[in-house]
């Protein structure tokens, strides 16, 4: 096996597109899709500043996941005919495809050497087989220690020093939890024995209560308490809104989405300041309208583009748009009509 690719195989597990059903951590088979989200919350540590959930479930089922599933059959099928990635399914007996139900992200937003953070998998494991995998990789040396009952893999990568090697645990058989050791350790004191965590820090809980049905896909940040090293990565993007400092001077970022025959994105962010915010909406929607003047001629591209609703409230800039089961034919169209000429569209 190519040695770039077992590094990303905890990756596909975590980010894989599809997933079917399954059970919590604590036996909460008979609660709603929502209440076991909480149930995993209360497993990410109290300074988590950086929030993303994701139910793969929720999303194939509707309308539209499958309609972007339908768009993406090529690109699975060659992914399935790879013979590295069929010795994979294989040799783990998890499909990514099926097995993956949901993904809980979350970091304290430090600098390189104190971020900690990672990720809770819920799916279908087999730590057997998974361990056995990984242990016959040569390029790759899987330590083990015990913590409080649970098996802390390190995956040591003779490429990378011992500070990047990646750990993980089967909280059980159908939790994983990825991330940095202390991270893994406090994930697993939560489990134990409950106590402080993301939802006792009171910014965020505040954050998190605004995200409605919180059972498919959202992220929140809190970027006031995060080290000027993490901020300033995405405070940078500021630099392409000339004539005004909102972007660097963001407070916090909610994005969720709900999805069924279509999807209906949200985004709201605190700039600080009232002024802020006005002069930031009206650079965005100045970006709309002369994206409009060079559609002028396609009415198409213009109700696209005007379904896009940008507005300013206070301090907190609103982005809202709905994207439908017709928009990726949409793009495609415009990508083929403006992509050679003097406009180019994405």
């Known amino acids: 096996m190519k040695k770039a690719y077992l590094p ?27 209440a076991k989200s909480a149930d995993y919350l209360s497993l990410m540590p109290e300074e988590t500043n950086i929030l993303f959930y994701a139910n793969f479930k929720s999303i194939k089922q509707t309308s539209f996941g499958e309609e972007l599933s339908a768009r993406f059959k090529d690109e699975i099928r060659i992914k399935r005919d790879d013979r590295e990635y069929r010795d994979f399914l294989e040799a ?8 993956i139900y949901e993904l809980w992200f979350g970091s304290s937003g430090g600098n390189r050497h104190d971020n900690v953070g990672g990720a809770i ?11 056995k995998y990984i242990e016959k990789e040569r390029y790759h040396r899987l330590r083990q220690t015990s913590y409080r009952g649970h098996k802390i893999y390190t995956i040591e990568d003779s490429n990378r020093s011992g500070n990047d090697d990646s750990e ?14 202390e991270w893994l350790r406090n994930v697993i004191d939560l489990s134990k024995d409950g106590g402080k965590n993301v939802l006792s820090n009171k910014a965020m809980a505040r954050f998190i209560d605004e995200v409605p049905n919180k ?6 940040m809190n970027l ?17 809104f000339k004539g005004t400092k909102s972007i660097e001077n963001m407070r916090s970022l909610i994005f969720h989405t709900r999805i069924d025959k279509d999807a209906r994105l949200y985004i709201k ?12 909406a009206e650079t965005m929607n100045g970006f709309k309208a002369l994206a409009k003047l060079m559609v002028s001629d396609d009415k198409e591209a213009i109700d696209m583009l005007n379904s896009i ?24 169209e415009k990508r083929r009509k403006f992509g050679n000429g003097p406009v180019k569209l994405l």
Do not use: H
């Open 224 to 240: 006031n308490e995060m080290t000027d090293g993490w901020a300033q990565k995405i405070r940078e993007q500021g630099s392409y």
């Open 8 to 34: 990303g195989i905890l990756l596909i597990l975590i980010f894989s597109t599809a997933c079917s059903g399954g059970e919590g951590p604590r036996e909460v088979s008979a609660v709603s899709s929502i």
């Open 215 to 220: 059972d498919q896909l959202w992220a929140v």
């Open 269 to 280: 962010g605190d700039f600080g300041t009232t002024e802020e915010a006005e002069l930031l």
């Open 168 to 181: 993980f645990t089967f909280l059980n058989s159908e939790t994983v939890a990825v991330g940095d050791g």
């Open 92 to 99: 783990t007996g998890v499909d990514p495809e099926k097995d």
């Open 121 to 131: 998998v819920r799916g279908k494991f087999d730590e057997k087989k998974i361990v």
């Open 309 to 332: 609703k940008i507005k300013s409230d206070g301090s907190m800039i609103l982005i809202n748009t709905t994207v439908d089961k017709n928009f990726f034919d949409k793009v495609d």
